[in-house]
């Protein structure tokens, strides 16, 4: 059974966009800042959901492709294309991670009023990641939590990606 959100922690703005052709939302206190991509730079070996990884401000930090860690297929890179930079707790630091989204959209006030719980999908269906179901009129957006969209073996791979990387030139992916 689906647990009730914890409804007065989610009074507040959140950021909306697209991946995949959802639409997703977090809680903008959780986003460090938005930037446009111009390029990305693979990294050999890398998990799929891993695109690359970004410089920014002489750092290296690695990109997940919001679309491809949800399971439907990696994204498009378009003039659209956002990375939502959010930090992850990793052992007892935080760690920078690029979220790659399709396109930002908006900030937007949500009441608790409107939140419903994440859909219980079974055993073999892994919801943790989903803070609550917010109804706008009649549709829903998915509220993420972003602590809980990497494991904390993803975060330690991520980690490990952006430390392969720092100091080395690697080939960047043009946006389209």
């Known amino acids: 059974m689906a647990q009730q959100p914890d409804t007065d922690v989610y009074n507040g703005q959140f950021l909306t966009f697209l991946s995949g052709n959802e639409l997703f939302a977090v809680d903008i206190l959780r986003v460090n800042e938005i930037i446009e991509i111009d390029a990305l730079t693979r990294v050999p070996k890398a998990p799929e959901f891993i695109r690359g990884v970004i410089n920014l401000r002489g750092g290296v930090v690695p990109v997940v492709d919001l679309t491809a860690k949800l399971g439907s297929g990696l994204s498009d890179l378009t003039r659209r294309s956002c990375v939502v930079l959010v930090a992850v707790p990793h052992g007892e630091q935080k760690q920078t991670i690029g979220l790659l989204v399709d396109e930002v959209r908006e900030i937007i006030d949500i009441d608790s009023a409107d939140l ?48 392969h990387v720092s100091g080395e030139e690697g080939q960047a992916e043009p946006i389209q």
């Open 116 to 163: 419903r719980p994440p859909p219980d999908l079974g055993d073999h269906a892994d919801t943790g990641f989903i803070q609550a179901m917010a109804q706008v009129g009649q549709m829903f957006i998915i509220l993420l939590e972003v602590s809980e969209i990497l494991t904390h073996h993803e975060i330690k791979q991520a980690s490990v990606v952006a430390e």
